[in-house]
């Protein structure tokens, strides 16, 4: 599968990607190359590193690639009417996640507990756990994820 990605004979799903970079024990942006040195860093829209999961639709934008040297992840997600995002890989013990929902609902799974969020509603979250996330409305749910693997274990 690997190979296949790298010679661009495949296109991941968001989760592949969360499984690969957990397994090399990386963060997603740092797989795919975010990374950067300049101590201001503009970022518009237009240039965002976005992955497209091609079975859901489900976008995922890279917001802030200066925090990812720290261990932080700002991320803009999209979810379309009625998909989700599909089981996301348990992190490493230590790591958290933050999501506050900016427009939509959003029903976020984790580890069998289910929490419904609207329009300013946020959620934190140890992300050692497996999590997924749906949109049961009728317009696009976008939120904003916030992943913190600076305490995180090494190992």
Same mark, same amino acid.
């Given at each position: 599968?690997?190979?296949?990605?790298?010679?661009?004979?495949?296109?991941?799903?968001?989760?592949?990607?969360?499984?690969?970079?957990?397994?090399?024990?990386?963060?997603?942006?740092?797989?795919?190359?975010?990374?950067?040195?300049?101590?201001?860093?503009?970022?518009?829209?237009?240039?965002?590193?976005?992955? #497209?999961?091609?079975?859901?639709? *489900?976008?995922?934008?890279? %917001?802030?690639? !200066? $925090?990812?040297? &720290?261990?932080?992840? /700002?991320?803009?997600?999209?979810?379309?009417?009625?998909?989700?995002?599909?089981?996301?890989?348990?992190?490493?013990?230590? #790591?958290?996640?933050?999501?506050? *929902?900016?427009?939509?609902? %959003?029903?976020? !799974? $984790?580890?069998? &507990?289910?929490?419904? /969020?609207?329009?300013?509603?946020?959620?934190?979250?140890?992300?050692?756990?497996?999590?997924?996330?749906?949109?049961?409305?009728?317009?696009?749910?976008?939120?904003?994820?916030?992943?913190?693997?600076?305490?995180?274990?090494?190992?």
């Amino acid at each position: 599968m690997l190979s296949d990605i790298e010679r661009g004979l495949k296109n991941p799903t968001i989760k592949v990607v969360s499984q690969i970079a957990e397994g090399l024990g990386c963060t997603v942006s740092q797989l795919i190359g975010e990374q950067t040195t300049d101590p201001v860093v503009l970022v518009r829209k237009a240039e965002r590193q976005r992955l #497209v999961d091609p079975e859901t639709e *489900v976008e995922r934008s890279l %917001l802030a690639p !200066s $925090l990812v040297r &720290r261990g932080l992840e /700002l991320v803009w997600y999209q979810v379309p009417p009625g998909r989700s995002t599909g089981v996301f890989p348990a992190h490493r013990p230590g #790591v958290v996640e933050h999501i506050t *929902v900016l427009q939509g609902q %959003l029903h976020c !799974s $984790l580890a069998g &507990r289910t929490e419904v /969020l609207e329009v300013g509603d946020s959620i934190f979250f140890p992300a050692n756990i497996a999590h997924s996330f749906h949109n049961p409305g009728s317009e696009p749910c976008h939120y904003l994820l916030l992943i913190d693997s600076s305490q995180a274990s090494s190992g």
